[in-house]
């Protein structure tokens, strides 16, 4: 933008401020718009932050429902048990690991119950399908406990331990 002077008419107001007020007054009053190529980059840092945590996706490495138990029941059937809130006698366990992080997880007909691998304070928040997410505190020994959502959605876990990198567990149905 090209400078020229100003005469603001006022003599309270100096020529160079009454001309920083002009170029301040154009600015607010452009109608410009946010050209495309601003546009996909602000989508484009919105996407990176989560990119640590993606990056730290703990896999699943064991669940009970994938096992048949005593009594003969397969493995399709505990689930759907599980699934169904069901009776079972034994709760589920799943336990997820990466390296050198994990989550164990035991999930009843009305809690989650978990900790955090190494055991370590921290926060775990339970992700629901719709964008909807409940939040629990992990002691120091990892431990934490959250109410078992109602329904039969897909869930995922963000774990945040103290001192520790986030991770995120694949969506699972519980």
Do not use: K, N
């Amino acid at each position: 933008m090209e400078r020229r002077p100003v005469d603001s008419g006022d003599p309270g107001i100096p020529d160079a401020d009454a001309a920083l007020l002009a170029e301040l007054a154009a600015a607010v009053h452009s109608a410009d718009a946010v050209p495309d190529q601003f546009r996909r980059a602000a989508v484009g840092a919105y996407a990176w932050r989560t990119v640590d945590e993606e990056l730290a996706l703990l896999g699943l490495a064991f669940d009970s429902a994938d096992t048949a138990d005593d009594l003969g029941r397969s493995s399709a059937e505990l689930a759907g048990a599980v699934r169904a809130g069901g009776d079972l006698d034994e709760p589920r366990a799943l336990s997820f690991q990466i390296e050198d992080s994990g989550l164990e997880l035991e999930i009843t007909d009305t809690v989650v119950r978990g900790q955090l691998l190494p055991p370590a304070g921290g926060e775990v928040e339970l992700l629901r399908a719709d964008g909807s997410s409940t939040t629990a505190v992990a002691d120091a020994d990892g431990e934490f406990s959250l109410p078992r959502p109602e329904g039969t959605g897909p869930v995922r876990f963000r774990c945040r331990p103290t001192g520790g990198r986030p991770t995120l567990t694949p969506w699972t149905t519980l």
